[in-house]
Structure formats: structure tokens, C-alpha cells
């Protein structure tokens, strides 16, 4: 199982960035895909992810309503979508999978088995 994440830059305030994450070596359609962000020195925190079949989601309370998970299981790729980017959303972005992960109980880092390498966003003016 391999991730490949990217997609991250540099982004005004109130800006917007869609992250990439394709998987290869395993059925992706299988698994749940979660993203996380990690600044230094600070735990690896969720921000959402995405069922096998993209029929359902689930979002950390500080990016609901402008962070939108997607997939597209024919390219074997997840997409996170950030709108109004903020300079808090400031981190680097990692997506994850693992087959025993569930869209009810997809926040916890420690529950993944699979990373991508992380790719860095940042928001700044």
C-alpha cells in the first residue's frame, strides 16, 4: 500500500487549494481514506475522511463547511478540497488509510497503518 500526497502551497487568506492523495498497490475502493494535518510540535490532528464508496463523510469541527473530502475510486485518488483557508490551517497535510477504519471512528492517527509523505500548506498574505 502506497500514498502519494500532493497538492500544498503557499495561499492568501480566505484562498482556496485542493490536495491530491493517490494510492496504488491495493484496491483503494476497499478502504477508508482520512486526512490529518500536523504542525511542529503539536499531535497529528484529523481532519476528515471518506468511505470506501465516498457515500459517506466526516469532518473535524474547525474545518466543517470549508474543507469537502472526495474520491474517485476509477483514478484511485482522494481528494481534500480547503475553501477559505485560514492562517491556523497552516500545517502539513497527510492523508492515511487502513481497512479497518470506519467513516464513525476515522480521527484517530494511531488507528491508520498507511501514510502518504505529506504535503505542506501554507496560508499566509
Known amino acids: 500500500v502506497q500514498l502519494q500526497a500532493s497538492g500544498g502551497g503557499l495561499v492568501q487568506p480566505g484562498g482556496s487549494l485542493t490536495l491530491s492523495c493517490v494510492g496504488s498497490g491495493y484496491r483503494m475502493d476497499y478502504y477508508v481514506v482520512g486526512w490529518f494535518r500536523q504542525v511542529s510540535g503539536k499531535e497529528r490532528e484529523a481532519v476528515g475522511c471518506i468511505s470506501d464508496t465516498g457515500g459517506s463523510t466526516s469532518y473535524a469541527d474547525s474545518v466543517k463547511g470549508r474543507f469537502t473530502v472526495s474520491r474517485d475510486n476509477s483514478k484511485n485518488t482522494v481528494y481534500l478540497q480547503m475553501r477559505n483557508l485560514q492562517p491556523d490551517d497552516t500545517a502539513v497535510y497527510y492523508c492515511?488509510?487502513?481497512?479497518?477504519?470506519?467513516?464513525?471512528?476515522?480521527?484517530?492517527?494511531?488507528?491508520?497503518?498507511?501514510w502518504g509523505q505529506g504535503t505542506l500548506v501554507t496560508v499566509s498574505s
Open positions: 492515511a488509510t487502513d481497512y479497518y477504519v470506519s467513516t464513525a471512528k476515522c480521527n484517530r492517527a494511531q488507528d491508520y497503518d498507511y
